[in-house]
């Protein structure tokens, strides 16, 4: 699967891990919050495939991450989509109430999350061909790569948070500390290289 299509698959999936949530559990406050939980979840595995895409491919050139290269657009839309659910079950656990959710969320929460929803945003808008030509390369990149930092921050906040209170989001912190790590730690160029020399073929061979 290549393209667009995957953002479809990814809607379809998210959709109905929510549906089963709130099927099982029951759409009230337990089922919602537990729906939350798990379009966190969903949410952080599409932003670190598109967050370590390419930092894989330096390192591992391959298939699989020639695949994640191509379509790391869609995995950052599909995150988006996701986590647009995430919103939609905030405004349910509140009674698609304004005044209730100000008054559930602290100010700092509502800063910092209205910051994190507005990079979605904006990244999102600036993920087609279009739309990224318009704002040109530099300004591109600039907006993707400081709203991927700050997304891992507000997930790193959260996840961090609870991975010192419980081994359960242990998993969850690994996977966030590696994605950064394997984007800061030096990829292992020379290693790489050597595959393709003539040489090591004709030794393989
Ligand atoms: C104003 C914006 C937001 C609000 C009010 C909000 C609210 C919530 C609520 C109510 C929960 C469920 C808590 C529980 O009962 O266990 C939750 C979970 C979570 N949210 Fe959000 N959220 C917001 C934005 C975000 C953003 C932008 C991110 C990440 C980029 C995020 C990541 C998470 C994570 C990681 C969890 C915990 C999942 C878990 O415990 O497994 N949230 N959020």
């Given at each position: ?47 670190a495939?598109a967050f370590v ?95 991927a ?30 994605a ?26």
């Amino acid at each position: 699967m290549n393209g667009w299509p995957i953002v479809g698959w990814a809607t379809f999936a998210v959709a109905a891990v929510v549906a089963a949530v709130l099927g099982i559990v029951g759409a009230g406050e337990p089922g919602i919050r537990m729906a939350l939980r798990a379009t966190a979840r969903t949410s952080l595995a599409f932003f670190a495939l598109a967050f370590v895409a390419s930092a894989l491919r330096r390192r591992w050139p391959s298939d699989a991450t020639a695949w994640l290269m191509r379509n790391r657009r869609q995995l950052g839309v599909s995150f988006a989509v996701s986590h647009f659910v995430h919103l939609l079950l905030i405004f349910a656990l509140v009674g698609w109430s304004w005044a209730a959710f100000r008054a559930a969320t602290p100010t700092e929460t509502r800063v910092m999350g209205g910051l994190a929803y507005g990079f979605i945003a904006l990244m999102t808008v600036t993920s087609f061909d279009v739309t990224a030509a318009w704002l040109g390369p530099r300004a591109w990149r600039l907006l993707h790569v400081a709203g991927a930092y700050y997304l891992w921050i507000i997930f790193a906040q959260n996840y961090f948070a609870q991975a010192a209170r419980s081994v359960f989001y242990w998993p969850y912190a690994a996977v966030l500390a590696s994605a950064m790590a394997l984007r800061w730690l030096p990829a292992p160029r020379a290693a790489g290289a050597r595959v393709d020399l003539p040489r090591s073929r004709a030794v393989r061979s």
